[in-house]
């Protein structure tokens, strides 16, 4: 069960981004997970896959503080936005430690830039983003899936 959740109104709604075995076998991994999309979407993912991660889970917001002896699940909302302590804090979480949490990370942009720096050092970028899902076109998603389905049927 997620604690301290902090949600929006939209939330309510069904998440519908990639096949829920799909996403659900990518979060089994353990590996760490970017996720970018609406916020709206990204709340509904995570409402979605409440109960398929590990616990407990822990919520940090870009004006928390990151625990450093956490261990579960650690959702860190806007990525993009986070301080140098914070990023500081993820990369010792991070690590090679068999006992460290996996690290689920939401954008509502992507962290790396054609035209720019990154948001966060590269090694963080790398580390946060072993598994990137971009969920800010949902609707594509969906029209793919219903090609897909169309020709399995066909």
């Known amino acids: 069960m997620i604690s301290n959740h902090r949600t929006t109104d939209n939330t309510s709604q069904a998440f519908q981004g990639p096949r829920p075995e799909d996403w659900r076998a990518l979060l089994r991994t353990g590996a760490n997970i970017l996720l970018i999309g609406p916020r709206p979407t990204l709340d509904a993912f995570l409402a979605a896959a409440a109960d398929y991660l590990q616990g407990p889970v822990h919520l940090v917001t870009p004006a928390d503080t990151i625990p450093l002896d956490c261990s579960g699940t650690l959702v860190v909302y806007d990525a993009s936005s986070l301080a140098e302590n914070q990023q500081d804090a993820l990369m010792t979480l991070s ?24 948001a966060l050092s590269l090694d ?29 049927t066909a």
């Open 95 to 118: 690590g090679v430690d068999a006992n460290r949490p996996q690290i689920i990370s939401l954008s509502e942009t992507h962290l790396w830039r054609a035209d720019g720096p990154l």
């Open 124 to 152: 963080l970028y790398y580390r946060l983003n072993t598994i990137c899902l971009d969920l800010r076109d949902v609707a594509s998603l969906q029209a793919i899936g219903r090609v897909h389905q169309s020709v399995k």
